[in-house]
């Protein structure tokens, strides 16, 4: 199994930034693709931005340009650097790592942005 875990979240204000990791454990598969998604309350849980594991990035039109996915392998650990932040950015972030096993989600970060 793998476990996964979101850290970096927080408060704050427009304009601001913050970085997301999410760091993996356990029986790691070196072909996954790694995506952050978000849930803003009563909404549906949609994709941010993904990377596959040779680098292969992918963002939603929201996000493009202020948000920067990456990873580091050596530490099984993937970014999300989020800049010129909005209040519509405000939600529950969740990473999910694929590979030929199935997904895995972690358990979310909250991320506030204030105006």
């Known amino acids: 199994q793998v476990q996964l875990v979101e850290s970096g979240g927080g408060l704050v204000q427009a304009g601001g930034s913050l970085r997301l990791s999410c760091a993996a454990s356990g029986f790691i598969s070196g072909s996954n693709t790694v995506g952050w998604y978000r849930q803003a309350p009563g909404k549906q849980r949609d994709l941010v931005a993904s990377i596959t594991s040779v680098g292969v990035t992918n963002y939603a039109d929201s996000v493009k340009g202020r948000f920067a996915i990456s990873r580091d392998n050596a530490k099984n650990t993937v970014y999300l650097q989020m800049n010129s932040l909005k209040p519509d950015d405000t939600a529950v972030y969740y990473c999910?790592?694929?590979?030929?096993?199935?997904?895995?989600w972690g358990q979310g970060t909250q991320v506030t942005v204030s105006s």
């Open positions: 999910r790592r694929s590979d030929y096993r199935g997904d895995y």
